[in-house]
């Protein structure tokens, strides 16, 4: 049984850091990638970053280019999402997810899913 629990969230002015994690259970190997969605009021959910457990080759949006940074801890534990620079369009709740397999922006490709953690930031 795979489980995932985000933590971190909170609020924090324009400017500021927020260093999110993924508690994940249940991975019994390393052939899962892992990726950081969020879905902002009114929108819909969108991809913001995903690395495999290696850490290798990161991917993320434009818009958190340069201010994201995904890690692993390259044990099959936990992700991490710093958050720098952060602005008040980033805010939303943020949510990890799992899927076996290759590297994909497409989120019906997730196969876990933990349930998110709100990030918000103030102007």
């Known amino acids: 049984q795979v489980q995932l629990v985000e933590s971190g969230g909170g609020l924090v002015q324009a400017g500021g850091s927020l260093r999110l994690s993924c508690a994940a259970s249940?991975?019994?190997?390393?052939?899962?990638?892992m990726g950081w969605f969020r879905q902002a009021p009114g929108k819909e959910r969108e991809f913001v970053a995903g690395?495999?457990?290696?850490?290798?080759?990161?991917n993320y949006i434009d818009s958190v280019k340069g201010r994201f940074t995904i890690s692993t801890d390259n044990a099959w534990n936990t992700v991490f999402l710093q958050m720098n620079n952060l602005k008040p369009e980033d805010t939303a709740v943020y949510y990890c997810?799992?899927?076996?397999?290759?590297?994909?922006?497409?989120?019906?490709?997730?196969?876990?899913w933990g349930r998110g953690t709100q990030v918000t930031v103030s102007s």
């Open positions: 997810a799992a899927r076996y397999g290759s590297r994909t922006y497409d989120e019906d490709s997730y196969n876990y």
């Open positions: 690395v495999s457990w290696s850490g290798i080759n990161p």
């Open positions: 249940g991975l019994t190997n390393s052939r899962y990638f």
